[in-house]
């Protein structure tokens, strides 16, 4: 990482850098890019709070009986949802487990946790909130959510730096979103290699998102029907390729047609 960073063209315009929780990758960026700012994709760190949940409901799991159990092995999706996209029978699943203290108190923190990216103003905002929620971590279920502060504690700068940016909110999920459609194609495809997937990825028919002009205009502006069909000799046309599109992607995953 440090080296493909050194070699990077222009990497004194960088100003932002967003990553994962990982040590090496901020080690590599304050190595080569002092002065950009590292900003950790919100993403990752709200996924610690749904966690927690998980957490908490497979310790819940133990004092149930052998029915109970099952229900909540099919039921953990209604958790894990948010509320507003939840069905109408997810919606009266959550309501019977909140019914257990342990689920509601960590439902509650996992929803408030969510909203505090979703809902601050302001960094300061963010940080005050934050504390407050830290105090409704009742000693019970504290283990089940270490994990998530801890992460707060060591990676605080880069968690909170989101809040700096709020008018252009930075994260990666582009990336991680297409990083896992190319999970699923690999998986559906028994096994590419990498050449064929990344030729699959990048050139199949359709994904790639490519514009052109329409037409030439003359330098008055105006533009004539014969601009629209002919191209006059030494037009210099720019063809822009805008690389894959995800939503191409995703839609071609869904109907099949990137599996034979």
Request: charged share 20%; no cysteine; proline share 6%.
């Given at each position: 990482m440090?080296?493909?960073l050194r070699g990077m063209p222009n990497k004194n315009r960088i100003e932002i850098v967003c990553i994962d929780m990982w040590q090496p990758y901020r080690d590599a960026v304050k190595a080569i890019l002092p002065e950009a700012k590292i900003v950790i994709d919100k993403f990752h760190i709200v996924r610690y709070a749904s966690d927690a949940?998980?957490?908490t409901r497979k310790e819940l799991r133990k004092t149930l009986t052998d029915k109970q159990r099952k229900g909540l092995i099919h039921d953990r999706f209604a958790l894990l949802k948010r509320?507003?996209?939840l069905n109408a029978h997810e919606y009266l699943v959550l309501n019977h487990w909140l019914g257990y203290p342990i689920m509601k108190l960590a439902y509650e923190l996992k929803e408030s946790f969510y909203d505090l990216f979703d809902n601050s103003p302001s960094r300061q905002a963010a940080e005050q909130e934050y504390g407050a929620w830290l105090k409704r971590i009742a000693p019970d279920i504290k283990p089940y959510f270490e994990p998530l502060t801890r992460a707060v504690e060591n990676w605080h700068e880069g968690?909170?730096?989101?809040?700096d940016l709020l008018l252009n909110p930075v994260t990666n999920a582009y990336t991680e979103c297409l990083n896992n459609l190319i999970k699923l194609i690999n998986k559906n495809g028994r096994g590419y290699k990498f050449d064929v997937l990344r030729a699959k990825i990048l050139f199949s028919d359709g994904v790639r998102k490519v514009s052109t002009p329409k037409f030439n205009r003359h330098p008055?502006?105006?533009a004539s029907m014969m601009d629209m069909f002919v191209s006059e000799a030494g037009t210099d046309y720019q063809i822009r390729d805008h690389g894959s599109d995800i939503y191409t992607l995703i839609q071609k995953i869904l109907n099949g047609s990137f599996f034979p």
């Open positions: 440090t080296n493909y949940l998980d957490a509320p507003d996209k968690i909170f730096a989101y809040f008055s502006g105006i």
